[in-house]
């Protein structure tokens, strides 16, 4: 099921042994595996610490916590770390790898994906959103194409369109507050009032330019001729001629 994520009602309910940031955390990792219906995924400090406010000096006590106490398996990669959701050893149930194979089309779960490679190739818009976003935020091409694919089609377009609106805002602030492009997607970003906002009115400008191209356009083509200009003129005048002889006879 879109933008829901399924976490094992065992950890929601029972005492699990974690604090509320260390819970958090684990709540971040299941939203980026199992709320994309993956059983791993690719993060990097700050932007867990983006999603869930927690500081990036605690990342590594959380993490270990998580680890020693069975909930994830993690692996460093490349400046990020790897995060496998595991559940508890204790009989905490757990979320199964994603069954690729042999999944029908048209089933309840979503069946197996192409390669990362094949859907970027495929996907002429997130090539774009990917040329648009600024490269020193843009985090590897798996995390961000994870929170592309859960977009509708018209929000696609719409984070496309927003990029250069985005830069221009963020330019405001010397460019401080850039988010990584997986955030930027995954909390609807380019939705903000700030950013739509100065697209949506250049778009309603265009619009109407376009209406009024069309409204004199049509007046345009609706008009009368000279001619028949004239003939209506002299129409008028032999109008007004003719009720002037007839007055003039009944004074006679």
Known sequence: MQHFTMIPNSILRNHNGLSNAEFRFLCCIYTMTAGFQRHSTVLNNKQITEMTGLAVSKMK????????TGFIQCIKDSGSYKYEIMGQPSGVDTIPPRVIDNNPQGSVCRGAKE?????????DLFNEFKKKYPANRFDNDKTVLSAWEDLSDKDKQLAVASISYA????????NKYILYASNYILKGYFRKDEIIGPYKRELNAVKEAKRQKEYYREAEENAVSEEEKMNFISEIKLNIANRKKKKDAKRK
């Open 61 to 68: 006590n959380y993490r270990e916590k998580l680890i020693s």
């Open 115 to 123: 390669t990362n490679k094949e859907n970027i190739n495929k996907d």
């Open 167 to 174: 830069k221009e805002y963020w330019q405001l602030n010397d």
